[in-house]
């Protein structure tokens, strides 16, 4: 979500390697470009203001003036800076010994509350082996009751939406939810609370009665990145009222400008705990601070994407591959299983966002057609007999119009396709005699 900033920082980057050397003029210049940037962006104006004159009081340290490449020191100050706007740190999310332990999402309608409780269970069960359950206290939007049924059911986790006389009071609903948890043996409760389109004292009330009712561990805040300004000011509205732990912010990645990140943190004083990166119930993430300013300038995020990877590849599956690659064994079959991974790992365009340089290096290239190419590759295969993906050699033409029939493509294309497997084979068979894959997860020795 922060493609247009990190462009506009990147042609800063360009403007100031134009110059053979620094001065104070030129980091004024600068730093006008910058803060243009960061309003366009929709970040807060006081946010603005007091990261310019950070960035400046450095810049003007003999360490830039005197270096010989200012464009570089320039942005590791903007970066350094851009690092301690996000929280500096990454804030740890604890769950503590206590059984159970309760969580309170609350947020503005449409911000994503419900997706993301689900999305919170998923976490604690599969990154912190806890038993998590969850309690519908939506009474507002009966939509919310059913959906968080669903989500749960998919998870094949507890969840409690209220029956009886306690149905039409969501403080009841979370209360006898939480005693439901503990019979079922869960030990972090996530409860859903209701929404409104702004922040209002009833909205209010209700929430802080519940608080008072629960006494969660953690209120968490789910704030839509997509609302720029918008979420900055509901931030406010609930810290006011409620004790919040920290910040979910969901939507990022979407095309969101990134005001909201950049300013949440400062405005608020609340750490972002997590991002939701996604609309699957695995698509939610601990934020890191100094991994999204590296984003934002084009530095890439491998960190990141070798969690991605470390997650989405089957160790025993990757072995296998890493022996096939040795003996040239390599087939179509195991050409669709990588590409069914790498869509497990997110969508193309985020993916090539983490690899330092990539962006520069595509010069601009329009990528938006490369998930549907993925689609179109994935459904030719698809077409094709067992015999066939184990041996391509076999596809002669006849074969090859029953495989675009089958797959809505053309000839060509398939031809196309079989041409690009012949030539990855190839480089396949030279890296895996070699010792480039052994840094990749599942390939180590």
């Not at 010792?435 to 020795?445: A, C, M, S, T, V």
Request: positive net charge; glycine residues 10%.
């Amino acid at each position: 979500m922060f493609e247009s900033l990190g462009e506009k920082l990147d042609t800063l980057r360009r403007k100031l390697a134009g110059h053979g050397r620094i001065t104070e003029r030129n980091i004024d210049d600068a730093l006008r470009d910058v803060r243009l940037a960061l309003l366009e962006a929709d970040v807060n104006v006081g946010v603005v203001r007091d990261f310019v004159e950070a960035v400046k009081r450095d810049a003007l340290g003999q360490e830039v003036l005197r270096s010989l490449s200012p464009e570089q020191q320039f942005i590791k100050l903007v970066h350094r800076e851009l690092v301690r706007v996000l929280g500096g740190q990454s804030a740890p999310f604890e769950l503590g010994g206590a059984s159970p332990t309760v969580v309170m999402m609350v947020g503005l309608n449409g911000a994503g509350k419900t997706t993301t409780s689900a999305k919170l269970a998923r976490w604690a069960q599969a990154e912190r082996n806890r038993v998590p359950f969850l309690v519908g206290a939506d009474v507002h939007r009966p939509a919310a009751m059913e959906q968080l049924r669903t989500l749960a059911g998919q998870l094949q986790v507890g969840v409690y939406t209220g029956d009886g006389a306690e149905a039409a009071d969501p403080v009841a609903i979370a209360r006898a939810g939480v005693a439901e948890a503990v019979q079922h043996g869960a030990d972090t409760v996530i409860v859903d609370t209701a929404g409104r389109q702004t922040v209002n004292a009833e909205l209010m009330d209700e929430l802080a009665r519940m608080h008072a009712a629960l006494s969660p561990r953690h209120v968490l805040l789910v704030a839509d990145a997509m609302t720029g300004q918008d979420a900055v000011a509901t931030a406010q509205g609930f810290a006011a009222r409620l004790p919040l732990a920290g910040i979910v912010l969901s939507k990022i990645e979407g095309d969101a400008r990134g005001g909201a990140a950049l300013s949440l943190r400062a405005v608020t004083g609340c750490p972002i705990l997590f991002a939701g990166t996604g609309e699957r119930l695995d698509a939610l993430e601990p934020f890191h601070p100094e991994r999204i300013a590296s984003r934002i300038l084009g530095m890439g995020d491998v960190l990141s994407l070798i969690e991605r990877a470390e997650k989405a590849y089957d160790q025993r599956e990757a072995e296998a591959l890493r022996r096939k690659m040795r003996r040239n064994e390599f087939d179509l079959e195991d050409f669709r299983q990588q590409i069914q991974t790498m869509k497990k790992m997110g969508p193309v365009t985020e993916l090539l966002g983490m690899i330092p340089g990539m962006k520069k290096l595509l010069g601009g290239a329009d990528l938006a057609g490369a998930e549907d190419e993925l689609k179109h590759v994935e459904a030719i295969i698809n077409s094709m007999t067992r015999a066939e993906r184990a041996n391509h050699l076999i596809i002669n033409a006849s074969r090859r119009r029953r495989i675009a029939e089958g797959s809505g493509t053309s000839v060509s294309e398939v031809n196309r396709l079989l041409k690009q497997f012949t030539q990855t084979k190839k480089v396949l068979k030279k890296l895996g005699s070699g010792p480039l894959l052994q840094g990749l997860p599942g390939f180590r020795r």
